[in-house]
């Protein structure tokens, strides 16, 4: 379904009973942020807020995406995997063999379909237009400062175009912009973007980068925009795809080289040029959940500000999980599964993304196995495709197991898993984002295969003990002080892992830790031991996945033990993973370590006190609250 523009979205949202209008003012400086981050944790992602009291003379609408029923509505479809069965019937078809007439004139109404999805310019002015402003300014919009320790005002939803330069092939992509000034914003577009490489071009050239970015209109275009398309896809025809219309774009006033989508709510115009000093930009409360630290970026100047009369300012916030990126990345998932799988890994069957693996850090995989080493097939492949090559730790299972159900999942897995010889390591490129990595965009990956083995694949000296009691486990872990919490609650579902929260205070702490646990003979059973922070409650599962997921670097931070039995042939093996904080004094580590994200008090506080008046029922406190034991001292560097 085409939306209109976005206030047609939100007249639905509102008919539906997914959104709340917040008639109160509420300030666009942290509190928006503040109110959104406890509403989109609440189960199933709360509303969609409509914040009519801004101070401005745009209402701000944030948490649009934030549950699977707005997504689909964005999208509109009634369920997410309804378009992964689209794409691939259309695969099906498109790929069927035959040479026959019949054949062929079958195919007509889905290419002309496709025709129907390409985007097209149209002449004249667009409703984006209606309202040129005399004078560009951007802090005549609510921006929002989301976080304390930002470095200023961020623009979280903007829909970027840029062109390749020799080609003119257009890109659509999303990239946070920090506002420095009325007519001046940092370009926040990192190496691996093809927005960066038309920029190297231009750079080459030695010519101003022409940009445009939008905000609002068919919600479809920010969705479309996070989409992990190939180069030289067009992200409006995958919008034309979902919607079934074509994307009208009008040509840009100052910049007429670009072209927008004639119905968004807002159009900033302006230029890069590639000759000018980088702007030292951020830092930024990142949807790792932490702060990511300032660094230098272009300059974006803008030239002009157009907008339609009823426009309708759209925002996000991000930091710790869950929040509203996690329903587009869940998005992602689904639908671009099916070309995952008919163009690339032909076994895969479904994949997974837990939000505490903020997408990038963990993905499961489940696949149909044949054949030995097809664990490792299906590893390189999806480390080559396209933005898995972000992808920092994979699961794999197969069809004895329901990936979804990550107890059962986890059974499953450890149950066919030798440590010492079913998980493998490599290297390669890392989200820029990700602060655990040694060297920046550059870090070491992890690929567990827990798929059943077949006889080439069994180390027949291979031997694990039983799995432990809980309790005495817990109970002989308490000979080692540097442990400040243990959970082991894992053994009694029969899942030979346990969390362990340590309090390092010298070097190779952890790598030493893990030896002698694993030496305890109460310990022998017992295939994985994850460690985090002492400021970490290890009994909060989700809380210490996500932690433990973004500090870890997996082939720098893993220590295996072989534990040989009597006859020193056969063996048990125990892998231990450090997910803890890395520092200079202990790790070596020499990058600054950011903090994580919370909300200050004073913004506490004044929601709080806001709270009856926001119409937004029973109080919620903030989730910051749980959070604030993992901050270490002020600012976006975490301190040692």
Partial sequence: ?????????????????????????VNPRLEMAEITDRVSKQKGGGKALL????????????????SERRMCMALGVRALDDIASEIEELFKKLSQPGEGIL??????????????????????????????????????????????????????????????PHTGVRNVGMYRMQVFGPALTGMHWHKHKVSAKHYQEYKKLGRKMPVAVILGGDPVYAYSATAPLPENVDEYMLAGFLRKKRVELVRCITQPELEVPADADFVIEGYVDPDEELILEGPFGDHTGYYSLPDWYPRFHVTAITHRKDAIYPATIVGVPPQEDAWL?????????APMKMTMVPEIVDMDMPVEGVFHNLVIAKIKKDFAGQGQKVMNAMWGAGQMMFNKMLVLADEGVTIQDYEALA???????????????????????????SKLGFG?????????????????????????????????LEQFPEIKGANTSLLSKEIPCIIVAIEKNKKGHVAALHRAISRLEICRGIKMILYVEHTVDVQDLSATLWRFSNNLDPKRDHIIEKLFYEDGFRYSACIGLDGTRKTRAFDGFERDWPNVIVADDATIKAVDEKWPRLGLGPFIPSPSLRFKQHVYGKGAVAEV
């Fill in 1 to 25: 379904m085409a939306w209109k523009n976005l206030k047609h979205f939100t007249e639905a949202l509102e008919k539906a009973g997914e959104l709340v209008r917040i008639k109160e003012y």
């Fill in 51 to 66: 914040f009519e009291n801004t101070g401005y003379d745009f209402p701000v609408l944030m948490n649009a995406y934030g």
């Fill in 103 to 164: 054949s062929k004139l079958k195919l007509l109404p889905k290419l002309a379909s496709f025709a129907s999805w390409m985007p097209k310019v149209v002449s004249g002015r667009g409703a984006c237009q209606q309202v040129v402003m005399e004078k560009p300014d951007l802090t005549r919009l609510p921006v929002l400062t989301c976080w304390p320790y930002d470095g200023g005002p961020f623009i979280t939803l903007p829909v970027i175009h840029t062109k390749d």
């Fill in 329 to 337: 990345g869940k998005a992602t998932e689904r639908i671009f599964l």
């Fill in 411 to 437: 059974r499953y897995v450890f149950r066919q898993l030798n440590p010492a010889q079913d998980i493998y390591f490599s290297t390669g490129p890392m989200d820029v984002l990700d602060h655990s990595c």
């Fill in 444 to 476: 070491g990956k992890m690929c567990i295969d827990g798929t059943r083995k077949s006889e080439e694949e069994i180390d027949d000296v291979y031997h694990p003990a039983r799995i432990p009691d809980a309790e005495e486990v817990k109970k002989a």
